[in-house]
């Protein structure tokens, strides 16, 4: 038997030397963060478009585990159908999530009861079709779960999303302390306040809804990630991702428009945010802003 110390392996050959690696990365899998992108609302073809071109190279340059979206403006801007989300998980997205325009498309019906990658916000009544969150199990790594709520301020009346993020977290974190949240709100206060009341017991809360991305990405103090608003991902040469004239001769008259999904300057928006695997605790988050 070798005497114990340092030893230094030299191959002959490369393939040996690849199958060593491959059998000790097996063996001893190096421990590290989970990594997670948020995709910001989802508009029309062009927000699909952008997922389809952009996201299979995020997860590769940021060796992701998990890639999550808001899909609710997905179908020509306004809700969501399979065919388009059938489109938006062929491109790589694993969780879909959605807020106050779900019912906007009446095919919706048939995601909410038989997709169980799509979430509708947790806080509707008793009864609803779907569900409002849910636990999967990552490659290699520990299992995460999305919740989504959505608020209350100037926006359609739900139960209290702070009574059901309470009981659902408590409920999700006995199987994980890994735990995304994409919050559907309109008042930055409620979003904040939301996020304040889970620090340190949720990796993650993320706003959607407003389409305009804040710059106040910031990990509170007992480890939990947070940002107002991811923004969106589609058309910015728009009125939030929609054509511009439209919505000013809406302002000026205050007679009812169509409002078309634009066309130009498509950006994918969203957040990357890293989680440690033992604690569920946010390591880092960081905006991002890409052109498709």
């Known amino acids: 038997m070798p005497p114990p110390g340092i030893y230094v392996l030299r191959f002959t050959h490369d393939a040996c030397a690849s199958r060593f690696h491959s059998t000790v990365s097996r063996l001893f899998p190096t421990v590290g963060p989970v990594k997670l992108l948020f995709i910001g609302d989802i508009v029309g073809e062009p927000g699909r478009r952008a997922v389809r071109q952009l996201v299979p ?54 995601l909410l009861e038989n997709e169980k990658r799509f979430l509708r916000p947790l806080n509707y009544p008793p009864g609803t079709p779907g569900q409002g969150s849910v636990i999967v199990q990552l490659s290699g790594k520990p299992p995460l779960a999305v919740l989504n709520l959505q608020g209350r301020t ?40 939301l996020a304040r009341m889970l620090d340190g ?67 994918l928006q969203g957040a990357l945010v890293e989680v440690e695997e033992a604690t569920g605790k946010a390591l880092r988050i960081q905006r991002i802003s890409e052109i498709a």
Do not use: C
């Open 57 to 110: 190279q995020l997860r590769q340059r940021h060796e992701l585990d998990v890639v999550i979206a808001n899909g609710e403006n997905s179908a020509g801007g306004s809700g969501i159908t399979p065919n388009t989300a059938e489109e938006i998980f062929s491109a790589g997205v694993d969780i879909m999530t959605s807020g106050d325009h779900l019912w906007d498309q009446k095919e919706v019906i048939a």
């Open 154 to 193: 100037f926006m359609p009346v739900l139960e209290n999303p702070f009574l059901f993020a309470r009981a659902e977290v408590e409920r999700l974190r006995q199987t994980t302390n890994i735990i995304f949240v994409d919050l559907h709100a309109e008042a930055t206060s409620e979003k904040i306040s």
């Open 201 to 267: 017991l949720v990796s993650a809360v993320v706003g959607t809804h407003t389409h305009v991305q804040t710059g106040d990405e910031q990990i509170f103090p007992g480890g939990t990630a947070y940002l107002t608003d991811a923004g969106f991902t589609g058309p910015h040469e728009s009125v939030l991702g929609r054509e511009i004239e439209p919505v000013i001769k809406r302002f000026l008259t205050s007679q009812p428009q169509r409002f078309e999904v634009a066309k130009e300057r498509v950006l």
